[in-house]
């Protein structure tokens, strides 16, 4: 069993910035980070692999150059730094850990779930 915690998010104006955290309660092959906002349907933010040793993080373009993922690896915490945001990402945030199949924002086969966190943008 893993825990998952997260903390952060919040309300923004546009252009602003949040980080999200999420503390696993052990290691895992791969964390992530989805969202679903009002009226969509889930969908993937970013990954971290734990499975090579120069992992790469993953990005759904509608993020990349925005957002970026990164790891406390000796704290077990998974972060989000979210800078210039928008209005279309006002979503409940999710953390994810333990990958089923693969590490990468398309798949969501993951076996843990944070409880979420709110991000809010107002333009």
């Known amino acids: 069993q893993v825990q998952l915690v997260q903390s952060g998010g919040g309300s923004v104006q546009a252009g602003g910035s949040l980080r999200l955290s999420c503390t696993a309660s052990?290691?895992?092959?791969?964390m992530a980070w989805f969202r679903q906002g009002p009226g969509k349907e889930r969908e993937g933010v970013a990954t971290?692999?734990?499975?090579?040793?120069?992992?790469?993080?993953k990005y759904a373009d509608s993020v990349k150059g925005r957002f970026t993922i990164s790891k406390d690896h000796a704290k077990n915490t998974l972060y989000l730094q979210m800078n210039s945001l928008q209005s279309d990402d006002t979503a409940m945030y999710y953390c994810?850990?333990?990958?089923?199949?693969?590490?990468?924002?398309?798949?969501?086969?993951?076996?843990?779930w944070g409880q979420g966190t709110q991000v809010t943008v107002s333009s």
């Open positions: 971290f692999s734990n499975t090579t040793t120069f992992s790469v993080p």
């Open positions: 994810a850990a333990d990958a089923t199949r693969f590490c990468g924002p398309q798949y969501d086969d993951f076996n843990y």
């Open positions: 052990r290691d895992t092959n791969c």
